[in-house]
């Protein structure tokens, strides 16, 4: 029988990251998770907007684990998860919100590129996109623990990393989103914030 997952690592990120989307995701209603790992970021989210519909997706292996963390909540604005692989086919729905958190370093950058250039697809026109994870400036590690476990993601996996902020900030800029928060976090990670459709500020 399938054990339920549990990392430890969102039982600690969780609140500070809630601060930002609940600022941030105020006027959402339907967000698209992408990557939802375990499912307790889902159920935890969810429990503490419950405006949202928030709906996860992962690759088809991690789908079992995020179910056991849905039903096991029973929180009626947390549909059944979506199989998403960044490369493969996207759901046709939109969404004016959309959650990431740790997956930019565990992709290849390909994957990356090919996350950003299919986000259109699901945005819709006033769309607010949050990602969570580690992030290097201007070239340089921002904390000698982010170069250590830079070193750990290539050594496990060649392709992955911790990104620039600066690549992926252009990534978002190509398909029309606007940087409007770059926030510090615990354990040197940031959450960013693009928002799509609404004017530079004056």
């Not at 990120?13 to 790992?37: K, M, Q, T, W, Y």
């Not at 978002?172 to 510090?184: F, T």
């Amino acid at each position: 029988m399938l054990d339920k997952p549990h990392a430890p690592s969102c039982d600690r990120n969780r609140d500070p990251i809630l601060a930002v989307l609940e600022a941030h995701f105020a006027e959402c209603r339907r967000v698209l998770e992408i990557g939802s790992g375990t499912g307790q970021h889902a159920v935890y989210f969810a429990a503490a907007m419950p405006w949202l519909t928030w709906q996860c997706s992962d690759v088809a292996e991690n789908l079992p684990g995020i179910r056991m963390w849905l039903e096991e909540s029973q929180l009626a604005n947390t549909p059944a998860p979506i199989e998403l692989d960044v490369t493969g086919a996207w759901p046709q729905a939109r969404f004016d919100g959309v959650f990431s958190a740790n997956t930019l370093h565990i992709m290849g950058w390909a994957q990356v590129e090919a996350c950003f250039a299919r986000l259109p697809q699901v945005l819709a026109d006033t769309a607010t996109v949050a990602v969570y994870g580690p992030f290097n400036y201007g070239g340089a590690y921002t904390s000698a623990s982010n170069r250590e476990f830079d070193a750990w993601l290539k050594a496990r996996d060649p392709d992955s990393g911790i990104r620039d902020f600066e690549a992926v900030d252009a990534l978002a800029r190509a398909i029309g989103l606007r940087l409007v928060a770059d926030v510090g976090m615990p354990a040197n990670n940031r959450t960013l914030v693009w928002r799509r459709g609404s004017p530079d500020p004056a």
